[in-house]
């Protein structure tokens, strides 16, 4: 399969590849990867001790950093830093150098044309994961892990990502597979031994089995609204009436002039989206228009969005001004909010207090649960920062907990578990042995792929493509 696979995709783990591997431009540092059969050989042709004597990469030992110079003819192009690893132990499971140079970008450039010259060839985007995978050091699953680690741009998500890197989500679907295995295995047989009329799978057994495992994936499948938020941040949508103070408090949120604050209402008339993290959780807080009546076309189209980023939204703050409107006025104005809201999380805010009416205001709307803020003065924002993390509530995240933060996982889970739900059905209505292995088949193919042991030319090319180079 691998092979077949490899002649489709015009790969050839025979080269030996190179490319950037930290971000490109200038720096204190630069690091380039060089991974294949002729790593040492042609690393051994460009790099010298300071005497420009040979000093052969080939015989070192893995695991060693050496210091010394590169160099073209009697030309030094840097000093450098040469890390050694022999394959199956490396990234890649091949034979692989990182050099460690200066960050200039000429130097970098110069470096890369040295190796190219002798005998390797420019990485494809995510080559490197891809040949770790092609040589067992990682499951397609885990790989995929690779790329959410380098996105991770939160505590929760570096953690979620891994555990999913370190194969806590391959083991879980490997377990699920080899149970599965084993009934598929004797309803196949029984196909052999058709005209005796045999039954060497226990339909009562395997029925329980099946009824376990879907219990599992849609367990993993629920996870996915958690590790979706952990992996792209909570959405959180700041509505409200014009000049109720929106827009300061998203730039208050965020600790940044992200959004025009003016005494005019109906400033905003498009959202404004930006991302903060609260706690080690990502949000991203959405500014919305201010939400009225009104015949102005285009202010009408932002109080549209306004309420399209409600549906949307996993939290909702309705920030009301508390001067310019009763408990009364409050509710009208809730019930609105909760017409849209679906499964959202609302957080009621009384904006613009200040303390010589603040228990007046309380008294007034005793009825609700609201959080008094000033957004213009900074008073009681981390009440509300903290309100917000307790709804996300972390405590519920178990890292060691399998979070599933991939659609493509999730979709295949559901697509296994639609043939599982078939075969117990099956099981039922006494289904003959051959259609129920096709649907046993079908959910184990499904699991299959998320982790590539089921896997195709195409599937491979999507995942991988979306790295970067030198990863």
Known sequence: MIEEILNQMKIILNDTITALATPHGSGAIAVIRLSGKKSFEIIDKVFFDKEFKSKKIAEQKGYTIHFGIIA??????????????????????????????????????????????????????????????????????????????????????????????????SNKIKILRDHLVNFASLVELELDFSEEDVEFADRTDLKKLVHSIIGIIEKLVMSFEVGNVIKNGIPVAIVGKPNAGKSTLLNVLLEDDRAIVSDIPGTTRDTIEDEMIIDGVLFRFIDTAGIRTTTDVIEQIGVNKAFDAIKKSAIVIYLFDAHEISSGDLKLEIDLIKEHIGNSQLVIVANK???????????????????????????????????????????TVNTTETIVTNARHVDSLKRANEALKKAIAGLDSGIAGDLLAVEIRYALDELGSITGEVTNEDLLDSIFTRFCIGK
């Open 72 to 169: 073209e003819s009697d030309i030094v192009i840097d000093e450098v830093l040469v890390s050694v690893f022999r394959n199956p132990h490396s990234y890649s499971g091949e034979d692989s150098v990182e050099i460690s140079c200066h960050g200039s970008v000429y130097i970098q450039q110069q470096i890369l044309q040295l190796l190219l010259k002798h005998g390797a060839r420019m990485a494809n985007p995510g080559e490197f994961t891809l040949r770790a995978f092609l040589n067992g050091k990682f499951d397609l699953s885990q790989a995929e892990a690779v790329a959410d680690l380098i996105a991770s741009n939160s505590g929760l998500s570096h953690q979620v990502a891994m555990q999913q890197m370190r194969g806590g989500f």
């Open 353 to 395: 207090i200040d303390v010589e009416n603040l228990e007046d205001l309380k008294k007034e709307f005793a009825s609700y649960d609201v959080i008094y803020i000033s957004a213009k003065e900074h008073k009681n924002i981390n009440e509300l920062k903290q309100k917000l993390v307790g709804l996300f509530d972390a405590r």
